[in-house]
């Protein structure tokens, strides 16, 4: 073992020893239990999570430094692909200083080879031109392993993934689609067309290489990534098929939120903080297995322990096979709101509650009285109704045709219904449906 891995296998063992959680809870680093179609691990990075001003903070960078170590210490002793979400990122060189001086020149040299894909999402040209330059600077070969995708879409297409990768998508970045959908949606359709022609190029190179001809096959441009994550005992699993109350609302959502009441509405971060991916996964694999994270029994909870709580909340509308707002009612949402009339698009609200299997009906409102107890205390968890609908709206309204492209299309317009649904709990509560969960009036 040569000088530089003596001092590397030093520094991971330093770190071991060190308390690690305030960067651990940053979610600056995730290692999802995710893999693309080439079967590689993914490595996500969100440098737009840290900020800046703690980068003056040598104790914080070192302590930063040795997360990002040891977390990859394991997983670049094989082939792995890096994310790197540029989206609202400082190009400042304290950051950029940190990622590769700081982190990547310390990595010996087998780990970076394994690097074999650097995807960047969001990176603007000009960007573009700097991180290339220091790519160049630290790796005259690395910069080639780099490709600048301009949306989430673009980058479920490169990975084709089996799994849904929107559980590793910062909210942060999900804002800034939704906000640039119309610039997005042309920036991905024209990313379809290259990646279209690139990969019938490689096809007929590949069928001619083998003497096959290229066989006029179409080429695939933009495929769709379907989430196959096999079903639990819980996430998975049709809300009919779930254990419920007698309004048919799932007792695990009522758990969740009776911990979230009894400890955190007013945390900030709330819905919004990731947990540490193994600590999400291994609460999932227990309640999949119809075993209780011990937390969930434990006095008090720590901010990570609620991060995780509300984690799974999401976890589960996102999972369900069916909507909450089932398939069928989309397109007559969709095109409600494209009235841009909030009366017409509440009545296609009404209209669609009104035709709702009653698991999904109660649930829903259920859902949307639980979020306005969230939204009360918004001035200290910071989650309005509006944050709420942009955070729940890609999970709860969502269309059978899972094309990356329609998703981000139409991402704007189900974020609006989503938040007028969540603004309208009174007039909801009168339809005749729910005689029989509706609130007793207050004296």
């Keep these: 073992m040569d000088d530089k891995q003596e001092a590397y296998r030093q520094l991971i063992e330093r770190a071991k020893r060190l308390n690690l959680t305030e960067a651990k809870s940053l979610g600056v680093l995730q290692l999802p239990d995710i893999r693309g179609a080439d079967g590689r691990p993914i490595v996500v990075m969100s440098p737009g999570l840290v900020d800046i001003k703690r980068l003056q903070d040598k104790d914080f960078v070192e302590r930063l430094k040795c997360f990002f170590l040891l977390s990859l210490d394991d997983i670049s002793k094989v082939e792995y692909n890096v994310v790197l979400f540029a989206t609202k990122m400082k190009f400042s060189f304290r950051l950029f200083h940190f990622l590769f001086s700081e982190v990547y020149s310390i990595l010996p040299r087998p780990y970076k080879k394994n690097i074999k894909s650097l ?86 190179s590949a069928a001619s290489a083998a003497g096959g001809g290229g066989g006029g096959a179409k080429p695939p441009g933009l495929p769709a990534p379907a989430p196959v994550q096999p079903a639990g005992a819980v996430f998975g699993q049709p809300l009919a098929a779930l254990e419920s109350n007698q309004h048919g609302v799932p007792l695990f959502l009522i758990q969740l939120e009776s911990l979230l009441q009894k400890h955190a509405l007013g945390q900030e ?166 005689k029989e969960v509706r609130r007793p009036a207050a004296n």
């Design 269 to 434: 971060g709330l819905f919004r903080i990731p947990p540490p991916q193994d600590d999400l996964n291994h609460a999932q694999k227990l309640i999949d297995s119809n075993k209780t994270p011990t937390f969930f029994a434990a006095p008090t909870l720590e901010p990570e322990e609620v991060n995780i709580i509300g984690t799974l909340y999401k976890l589960f509308f996102r999972r369900l096979p069916e909507p909450l707002i089932p398939f069928d009612k989309y397109d007559a949402l969709i095109t409600a709101q494209s009235s841009h009339e909030e009366e017409v698009i509440v009545r296609g609200i009404e209209g669609a509650v009104i035709s709702m299997p009653r698991e999904h009906r109660n649930t829903l409102l259920h859902l949307v009285q639980f979020l306005t107890l969230v939204a009360v205390q918004s001035q200290s968890n910071k989650m309005g109704m509006s944050n709420l609908a942009l955070i729940f709206a890609p999970s709860i309204l969502r269309s059978s045709d899972l094309n990356p492209l329609l998703e981000l299309s139409s991402i704007k317009a189900r974020v609006e219904v989503v938040q007028i649904l969540f603004n309208n709990l009174d007039r909801l509560e009168q339809l005749d449906v729910y």
């Design 119 to 204: 995807f960047v999402i969001h990176a603007p040209d000009s960007a573009k031109a700097f991180f290339r330059f220091v790519l160049f600077m630290v790796s005259r070969k690395f910069w080639k392993k780099v490709h600048y995708l301009p949306c989430v879409a673009a980058l479920a297409a490169e990975l084709e993934a089996k799994e849904d990768i929107k559980s590793f998508v910062p909210r942060f970045v999900v804002a800034h689609e939704v906000r640039h959908a119309p610039k997005l949606q042309r920036l991905a359709e024209a990313y379809a067309i290259t990646k279209a022609k690139a990969d019938a190029k490689k096809a007929a």
